[in-house]
Nanobody, 116 residues
Framework: EVQLVESGGGLVQPGGSLRLSCAASGFTFSSYPMNWVRQAPGKGLDWVSV????????SYADSVKGRFTISRDNAKNTLYLQMNSLKPEDTAVYYC?????????WGQGTQVTVSS
């Protein structure tokens, strides 16, 4: 079955950095674009970033552009999100997702808290 497992979240001070990972299994990872999406406490889902199947094309939400970098290692079936210059407003549960046909698959999420 399709499975996405996020890791790497935690508590970090403003201005700090974290690297999130998303381990994928159950599908041909290298054939699909992957997304990061986040949900702040009490808020809706916000798209963060997308990367194409080969890893050469990326896009970012304006709120994270210049601070976050999405990447992937297709040999390891793993998606990454490098987060630098973190701000309190980046506090959220971060999810990776993928669309396979008409179905959208989500991981369980990993909590990122940015606080002094």
């Amino acid at each position: 079955e399709v499975q996405l497992v996020e890791s790497g979240g935690g508590l970090v001070q403003p201005g700090g950095s974290l690297r999130l990972s998303c381990a994928a299994s159950g599908f041909t990872f290298s054939s699909y674009p992957m997304n990061w999406v986040r949900q702040a406490p009490g808020k809706g889902l916000d798209w963060v970033s997308v990367i194409n199947s080969g890893g050469g094309i990326t896009s970012y939400a304006d709120s994270v552009k210049g601070r976050f970098t999405i990447s992937r290692d297709n040999a390891k079936n793993t998606l990454y999100l490098q987060m630098n210059s973190l701000k309190p407003e980046d506090t959220a549960v971060y999810y990776c997702n993928a669309r396979l046909g008409i179905a959208i698959y989500w991981g369980q999420g990993t909590q990122v808290t940015v606080s002094s």
